[in-house]
């Protein structure tokens, strides 16, 4: 998925109001943020074969330490290990809950989307996927709803508190709608510039952390 980790990054925002949105996108997309390094690296590997799925042609050939449940619980309990040491007293055992459990929803979330080819830990043979990616009908009206329904809920639970707060927020959600649209309907990619092209992501999470200076938890009766 793509849109959908998003989604769940805008809907976390409303539980942890102390998270930053750039921590939450860092946290939601971990696993992809991790994994073109590691294939850079050698460590893991993938292919590119038109035709695997209706929606992607990447076959993910091994990728147990970025996408495994059993890596990203540890990486989740890293990052939120990680955010409580940086923000010293101002941290809650509940925000730090929240962070592992956006970590850990990108292999529920890819575990629906993916053939079966989730690692379930990083040494086993084993390889989950219920296969939505075999269906762009449904692909879209899945992903699609999911993101549309978590982006009205972070709209609803914050305020922008000046012009940048609406324009950066609302120009993230065409920005990725595009991508998402481009990527699933647009021709195969060359396998050598995958990884280089998913580097990209981070700009992202900085977009994240850009929105969330500039918008605030939504107080009662104040609409922006």
Known sequence: MFLGHFAVAFA?????????LGTLFLAAQLADLLWPNLVLLGVERF?????ITAVTPLDFVHYPWSHSLTALALWGVVLGVGWVAVRLGQATPKAALVILAVVVSHWVLDWIAHRPDMP??????????????HSIPATLAVE?????????FYAQGTRA???IGTWAFWGLVAFLVVVYAATVFGPPPEPAHVAWAAQA?????????WIDRHREKRKYGIRD
């Open 161 to 163: 508190v000046d012009r």
């Open 47 to 51: 292919k590119v074969q038109p035709g």
């Open 201 to 209: 992501m981070w700009l992202l999470v900085f977009w994240g952390y």
């Open 12 to 20: 976390a925002k409303r539980a942890a109001p102390e998270v930053s």
């Open 120 to 133: 379930l830990t990083i040494g086993g043979d084993t390889r989950l996927g219920l296969g939505l990616w």
């Open 144 to 152: 699609g709803g999911l993101f549309a329904l978590c982006v009205a």
